[in-house]
C-alpha cells in the first residue's frame, strides 16, 4: 500500500483514514444527508468519484489523443512498472459485480468515460438502470449525445463536452465537421430539458489563442457555455519535439492568462456575476477560503478509475499501470481505497497547496523532462500570481455585496482538472 501524504500545514489526516474512521462510527447515512443536501459541491467532503471506462474505442482521432497514442511512450522506463497490455477493449466484468461494488459507498458518484462513452450508450443505459448510484456525469466528444434518450441525458448532473474554441480550431485537431455537430448536440440536449451543469472542455495547443478561444465558447451564439475549463496539451505524452511550446507559453498563453483573468473580475465588477471559468473559480474558491488543495482532479485520493477489467486505477489514464492499481471491484471496499500521493518536486514547491501537484500521471511518468516540465509549472506560477493578484479586488467586490463567495462553489472532482 502507498502511503499517504501529510497534507497542509497542519498535517491533515488523508481522505482514505477519514473514510475508515467515519465507516467505523457507522457515519455513513450522515454522509449521504450531506452529500445530497448539497454540501458535497462546496467543500473538502469525502466523497468518491469513479470514472467508468465503458471501452477503449473512439469515434474520432484527435492530433493531442489517438493521433499521439501510438508515440505515447512511459518516458521514464521502470517507473511504471509492468504495463498489461491485456486489458479488454470494453467492459469485461459483470455488471452486478460493479453495483455490489458501489452499493458499499453511501454516496458515489460514477463519471461515464472512454474512449468514447456513447459508443456504449447501450451500457450507460443499464447502468443508469440499474446501479445504486444516485449521480451520473459524463465526459465525451459530444458527437453521440443524441443517441442517449432525454430520460437519461437528464439525468446526468454534469455533461463535460470536448470543443476547443471556434469551428476551425476545434475541427482542425478533432475532424472536419465536429464543432457543428456537437453543437447541434449541445442544442438539442438543453431543448430536451436538460438543467444540470453543461461544461465545454477545452485542449489547448500552441495554435490556441487562450482569450480567444474561452471568449468565443463564453459568447457563442450558437451556445454560450458558462460553465468552461481548459488543459493544456503538455506533457502527457513524450513529444519534445515541440519546440514551439515554450515560446508560445510565454509570448501567448501566460500573457492571455493574465488578460482573461482580468476580464473575468471586469465581469464581476460590471455584471455582478461570476463566470464559471474552473481553473479561476475553484482555485479562487480556496483563495478566498484559505483552504489548501490535494490534487485538483482528485485522483488518487477522491477520484478513481475502474478499468475495462474492473481494477481500479488512481487516474483514467493510468492504464495497464498495475504497480499502481489500488484495487478490484470484486475485492475491494470502496472506502478501503488507498491515496495515491503526487511526490517528486511538487513535495517541495512552494505553490504546492494552491497547485495540488498538477498531475498525478505526469508526476509518476515525466514524459517532459527538465526545461520543458519547469516551463508547464511556470504557467501554474502565472495563474497563481494573476489569481493572488485579483484577490483583494474580488474580496472588495464580496464586502460590497456585487458577488459573494458562494458563487465559487463548484464541484470538485467533477473531470476538471482545474489545473491546466
Ligand atoms: S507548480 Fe509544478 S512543481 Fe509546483 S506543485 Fe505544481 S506541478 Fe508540482
Ligand atoms: S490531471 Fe493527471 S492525474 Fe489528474 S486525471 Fe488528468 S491525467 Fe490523471
Redesign the pocket.
Known amino acids: 500500500m502507498i502511503a499517504c501524504l501529510s497534507r497542509g500545514p497542519k498535517k491533515k489526516m488523508c481522505q482514505q483514514a477519514v473514510r475508515t474512521r467515519l465507516r467505523d462510527r457507522g457515519e455513513q447515512r450522515w454522509l449521504r444527508d450531506r452529500h445530497l443536501s448539497g454540501f458535497a459541491s462546496h467543500g473538502n467532503g469525502v466523497f468518491l468519484y469513479y470514472h467508468l471506462i465503458l471501452t477503449d474505442e473512439c469515434n474520432l482521432c484527435c492530433s493531442y489523443c489517438r493521433a499521439k497514442s501510438f508515440d505515447n511512450s512511459r518516458s521514464d522506463e521502470g517507473c511504471c512498472g509492468e504495463i498489461d497490455d491485456t486489458l479488454p477493449v470494453d467492459v469485461s466484468y459483470d455488471l452486478d459485480t460493479l453495483y455490489h461494488f458501489l452499493q458499499k459507498d453511501p454516496v458515489p458518484t460514477v463519471t461515464f468515460y472512454g474512449g468514447e462513452p456513447l459508443l456504449k450508450a447501450d451500457v450507460i443505459k443499464r447502468i443508469m438502470d440499474n446501479a445504486p448510484v444516485q449521480r451520473f456525469m459524463i465526459q465525451t466528444n459530444g458527437l453521440l449525445l443524441d443517441r442517449l434518450e432525454p430520460e437519461y441525458v437528464n439525468r446526468f448532473s454534469t455533461i463535460l463536452v470536448s470543443v476547443d474554441g471556434r469551428e476551425a480550431l476545434t475541427d482542425a485537431h478533432r475532424g472536419p465537421g465536429t464543432y457543428r455537430k456537437v453543437m447541434n448536440n449541445v442544442k438539442r440536449v438543453i431543448a430536451n430539458g436538460f438543467l444540470g451543469e453543461l461544461i465545454a472542455r477545452m485542449t489547448v495547443t500552441e495554435d490556441t489563442d487562450i482569450v480567444e478561444a474561452v471568449t468565443h465558447l463564453a459568447g457563442n451564439p450558437d451556445h454560450s457555455f458558462s460553465s468552461i475549463h481548459w488543459q493544456l496539451d503538455a506533457d502527457f505524452s513524450d513529444d519534445l519535439s515541440r519546440t514551439t511550446f515554450a515560446p508560445w507559453v510565454h509570448g501567448c498563453y501566460n500573457p492571455g492568462i493574465r488578460v482573461l483573468v482580468h476580464d473575468w473580475v471586469r465581469q464581476m465588477c460590471e455584471q455582478h456575476t461570476v463566470p464559471r471559468w474552473y481553473p479561476f473559480l475553484d482555485t479562487m474558491g480556496d483563495l478566498l477560503n484559505g483552504r489548501p488543495s490535494l490534487l485538483r482532479c482528485g485522483s488518487g485520493h477522491a477520484n478513481y478509475s475502474i478499468m475495462t477489467d474492473g481494477h481500479i486505477s488512481p487516474c483514467p489514464i493510468m492504464i495497464g499501470m498495475k504497480k499502481f492499481y489500488v484495487g478490484h471491484i470484486s475485492r475491494t471496499h470502496p472506502l478501503d481505497l488507498s491515496c495515491v500521493p ?1 511526490g517528486g ?2 513535495t517541495a ?1 512552494p ?2 497547496h494552491f ?5 498525478l500521471y505526469t ?1 509518476i511518468v515525466h514524459p517532459w523532462k527538465g526545461p520543458e516540465r519547469r516551463v ?2 511556470g504557467t ?2 502565472n495563474l497563481h500570481a494573476a489569481l493572488t493578484g485579483a484577490l483583494p479586488i474580488v474580496r472588495s467586490l464580496i464586502d460590497q455585496g456585487a458577488i459573494a463567495t458562494a458563487d465559487f462553489s463548484c464541484e470538485k472532482f467533477n473531470g476538471c482538472e482545474i ?1 491546466p
Request: charged fraction near 25%; aromatic fraction near 0%.
Open positions: 503526487v518536486e511538487c514547491c505553490i504546492r497547485c495540488g501537484g498538477r498531475c508526476n508547464v509549472c501554474v506560477e489545473i
